[in-house]
């Protein structure tokens, strides 16, 4: 599990420190930043299987997410598991045009010893060493029960959403699900022919925030693609559309009211629940999940039983959450010390604060909710008494 996140000049970020717990929300107006600690911790992850550009990007588009100005960006997270702690950083320099990561898995039965990690920023490549004693880094082959990939698995994958209703509704022949929900509907259909007790659970899931849902299916359904082929007339290059017909899955549902429903009839909330849901569920190796406006198209009622669903699953499955939201409803299920506030300054740069920070937090919380707080006070406390050097890092 995560246990904190530092970035320093990433995107509005001149200096964020953020210790989430189980479940962490993240709130704030547009803009405030919320979105880019958790594409910040994405990409970051997905680094210790994927190499730079495909994390960031070429190298005209990792500048993108330095702070305008700074040069470069950083970003540190540091995380426990039953029988590690872990340290990761990378970091990105413009003017030498080059970047480094670095990881450290330290075993709890043996404090002193730990796995080093690092990427050769020239070739990408993963390099590893063992040593014995941290502070000497004296190195130690022999030992074997620390390795890369023993990190990579305390550690567990990502799984970033921001879902899109349309992506989610669509008939796809997508074997996974993207960032923003397209393939759910092949997933699903997997699902159910491979995995059906996992398939039963999230139909559970699903039915505990949304009543009126019987149960998920899969159907075959044709896909048309249009696609752009390019043919040679003398010596000119000339582009040209087809379409092709492949075979994939639509969602249909059967609820109180109906059977068969395609997806495309369902509301906006039930299908972003069920994105959410399956995601949740569907990979035993994903550990940290990262959600972004999770409330949308949910009513208050839904959003706290889904609120309710997501902790208990986190704490039954050892899992991670951190999302982002603007309802109150969905602050309403987490403790003050669980939230996260955030707002931009004047210069554009974003700062945060936990909700239990706030000079009136304890003796309010025995008159509000969670949310009634975050409602009543809003954002700009945040910026009060920020150190100087905070703002001009």
Request: net charge negative.
């Amino acid at each position: 599990m995560i246990t904190k996140i530092e970035l320093t000049n990433f995107k509005s970020h001149a200096h964020t420190v953020i210790e989430p717990g189980r479940v962490t929300a993240l709130v704030g107006p547009n803009g405030a930043g919320k979105s880019s600690v958790l594409q910040a911790v994405a990409s970051f992850l997905e680094l210790l299987t994927q190499n730079v550009e495909n994390t960031f990007g070429l190298d005209n588009n990792i500048y993108e997410y330095s702070r305008r100005g700074s040069g470069g960006f950083e970003i540190l997270l540091n995380g426990v598991s039953t029988a590690s702690s872990w340290h990761l950083s990378f970091f990105h320099n413009w003017d030498i045009a080059n970047h480094f990561a670095s990881a450290m898995l330290i075993d709890a039965d043996y404090p002193e010893r730990g796995l080093a990690w690092s990427i050769n920023s020239q070739t990408e490549e993963v390099v590893d060493f063992l040593i014995t004693d941290r502070i000497t880094d004296k190195i130690d082959s022999e030992y074997s029960s620390l390795s890369y990939s023993k990190l990579v698995n305390e550690i567990g994958e990502p799984f970033y959403l921001k879902a899109n209703y349309a992506d989610l509704a669509s008939p796809t022949d997508e074997s996974k699900i993207s960032s923003t929900g397209k393939g759910l509907a092949s997933v699903i259909a997997n699902q159910k022919t491979e995995f059906d007790e996992r398939h039963k659970t999230l139909e559970e899931l699903l039915c505990s925030v949304i009543p009126q849902v019987k149960n998920i299916k899969a159907r075959r359904a044709e896909i048309v693609r249009e696609e752009t082929e390019t043919i040679r007339y003398e010596e000119a290059v000339i582009p040209v559309r087809r379409k092709r017909t492949v075979s994939g899955h639509e969602l249909v549902f059967d609820t109180i009211g109906g059977e068969k429903i395609p997806a495309r009839f369902m509301s906006e909330g039930t299908i972003l629940t069920l994105g959410i849901l399956t995601a949740l569920t569907l990979n035993p190796r994903c550990k940290v999940f990262l959600i972004d406006d999770i409330e949308a198209g949910l009513h208050p009622l839904a959003q706290r039983q889904l609120m309710q669903v997501l902790k208990d699953f986190a704490e039954k499955h050892d899992r991670q959450i951190i999302l982002t939201s603007h309802s109150p409803y969905i602050v309403d299920a987490l403790d003050a010390k669980d939230v996260w506030v955030m707002a931009t300054d004047k210069e554009g740069i974003s700062h945060s604060k936990r909700l239990s920070d706030h000079p009136d937090a304890k003796r309010a919380i025995d008159i509000l909710t969670t949310g009634e707080l975050w409602d009543a006070e809003g954002e700009s406390w945040v910026l009060e008494d920020t150190p100087a050097e905070t703002v001009n890092a």
